[in-house]
């Protein structure tokens, strides 16, 4: 029986006896409220669609400024969820028209009759619930009241047009349009002189179409954009065979993907490719047109490292210089302000050929500044430009705006929706808000929206949300909230995910910073569909993990909790691992596990290149050792690090570290020699700490022929690695040198005691196990050499040692040891600092180009390696700025041990 049937029958009167019953109003009768209406009625929910137009579309029905268009192809950007759908309606492009687009949506309504249950022409005034009643008591400026179980908004991310803010706009005496309010008449432009004022998607769109119409066109540019051809025409052969061979297939995988289309996850780095090779893909791209193609298909780090985005910006501008034929008009043209991909880059049609015409003429704003809107045009700090039409394409307050904006929302005990997003969105999983109970929003901030084809996005949170509330209406709950601690758990989430890509570096709608006075921060989840559809199908099957249920006789269900604490790419990997059901290592005997590490190591992404790389050997304590040495590209002599790769004391050699030698030799710009000490069982206790010590003492006498600076040395070391660091720099300190001056112990082994809670809390399930462990303490120490401060340098004396960096890992086993280490240093008097890295596990340091989350923490220890030796910390790239929200800051938190640590 639907809810309202039921309310009707046996709840109290509502707060307004006169307010139409309902079981869910929608907002919004674009993408999402259609789809929305149809599996709501489907699933037997008395469902009214409200809207302020006066027909379906949403943004489709706004946007109809000249040029509009779709920049997904049509062929990913249609609705998934009825097989027979897809195959009745044929695109005829493949960039739709907005036109063409909202013949689709009419289609859509007709073909599931769902008009009638739509109410156009009617905006709503104010949403405020009912706590007695448990429903939502909408008022419409019709003068109507709506009471409703459920309260969605389905208003599309970019609905609210921003106002331009330029003073004067009402003294202009001729026509203004905005694209995002484009009127339904036919607007006249032939024979006049037009304005466009901006240069984001719509203006790109707009502004060659206009010129073709136009006795003359300006354009008031403030910040160049990249676009890239769209080349439209017929829908793709080869794409739409891809489809139509095996549609079902094609759409999961569209739904796993990183952006809502199935391109493949790429894995060869920027710097793995030749120039020729990535000229060749870049020209593909080019050739193509398609924009997450494009986005995505160039090289894996050209969306989440800045020297491989700063490739892909290079390529573009050299494309604009080819295209414009007035190299100043170019230069203008060129973006340099941001990443390329950190503010949407716009499909389009003949942009940058349009300024060859004649009759178009570039304002570069940021060296002439619109003054004013004069009664005949508008001013610049240097000109008058006399115009009859001025188009707007000034973009929106966007994601937010139509939420938060467009009516007061009061939840639970009156809190208004703006005062708790004041400093930013807060949301879990960008569908609901604490204190809000049963308010959803389709596509909402907090979400992968519009980083992603909307269309498989809207379809997820359409499902996710209606079979909820099938599921409730089975179970008899009548109330679902986020709690608090979710939804705090949530935006750090967003905030470690903002790590992954470069959209934090920019200006733009994504981070509010296009609407003065916004909140700044990441609004939209960067972590790719597939992740979050995870996430969402995990907090199902976790109970739903994160709300609170309630029902009409008292019952409550509450299974509270974070749903992600793991970094997102920590998360991606060890569910990968999980997959592959590896075999636990220590089942494999010595020689098993070093052929398997070395088969895992073979696979990994090669590490970046460095000015030079040179393997030798030098004296140890019993023969030779080899090391690999790893030269920085910029002039020397360069401070030294002698650097102690992991393994458990069994594995690996002198190059398995590779990637991260190479990493930390550019961070730090230091020479970085690994050594290959000896590995039990061949050689048990104590080999591999006097191998260590005795190569410390080597190079630190030979710095100078290594090409290194000569003076005090330094210390690294990951794992078994940080536990021979930490013991050469015991030993240095009794034994009369070489003098360090720093050591940096990565996740270090400090102790054989197996009852700290870091080793029952992580014992599996995060690749390096207790079973592990314990193979390795066996294989290399016996339990009576164990509490000799060689093995346990935790037990040794520690005053008078070197300062230290010690780098703990919230998901690892040895992580309650390291910390241990840390607060026994500074309460020995060692100055220490300490970087307790949430959501990272073991191997989340070296796994360079894999876990990209944790490379804020490789640089944070490269700095203290050049604070070790002081030299000056690094620069910040003078050519981004980072935007964040307050209180979403990089979840890894570094502090002064000095005797004191925080809970992890
Ligand atoms: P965008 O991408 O926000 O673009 C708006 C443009 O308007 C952008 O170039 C702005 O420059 C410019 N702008 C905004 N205010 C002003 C003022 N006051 N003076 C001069 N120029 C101004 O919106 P769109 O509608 O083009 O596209 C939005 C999305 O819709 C798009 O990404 C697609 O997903 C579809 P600024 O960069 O702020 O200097």
Redesign the pocket.
Known sequence: MPDATLAGHASKATSDSTARQVDVVVVGAGFAGLYLLHRLRKAGFATMVLDEAEDIGGTWYW?RYPGARC?IQTIDYSYTFDPELETAWKWSEKYATQPEILRYLGFIAERYDLRSDIRFRTRITTATWDDAEERWLLTTDDGGTISCRYYIMATGC?STP?P???AGIGDFKGEVYF??RWPHKDVKLAGKRVAV????????QAIPVIAEQAAHLTV????P?FALPAHNGPVLADRLALLERDRASYREQARWSLAGVPWPQQTLVSWQLSDTERRERFEKAWAMGDLIYFVSQLWADQGSDLDGSALVAELVREKIRAIVNDPKTAAILSPHDHPFGA??P?LDTNYYATYNRANVTLVN?REEP?AAMIATGITTSQRRFDLDIIVF????D?MTGAIMAVHPISGRGGKSLSAVWADGPQTYLGLTVAGFPNLFMITGPGSPS?LSNMIVSIEQHVDWVVDRLTAMREAGFTTIEATETAQAGWARHLADCSTLTLHRLA???YTGA?VPGKALGVMPYTGGVGLYRSICNDVVSRGLLGFRLTGPDHSEQCNDGEIVRLQPDVRILLTMMADMKLPAIESLGVAGARAFTAMLNARRPAGRPVGEIVDGTLPGSDGPLPYRLYRPVTPGPHPIVVYFHGGGWVLGDEKSDDPFCRDMCRRSEMIFVSVGYRRAPEHRFPTAVEDGYAATRWIAEHATELGGRGGPILVAGWSAGGNIAAVTCQLARDRGGPEIAGQLLICPVTDPSFDRPSYTENATGYFLTRSLMCWFWDTYCSPADRTDPRASPLRGKLAGLPRAFVTTAEFDPLRDEGIAYAKALGAAGVPVEQLKACGHFHASFAMVDVVISAASERAKMADALRRFAAQPQYMERPDVHLSARPGTSARAVEQVAQGESASQ
């Open positions: 946007n920049d970019l921003k331009p803010e330029i694209t995002g004022v901006g240069t984001g998607s719509s203006g790109i008031f540019q403030r910040t954009s503010k949407r716009c704003l619109i394409a000034t973009g929106f966007a519009v200006n733009t709608w296009n």
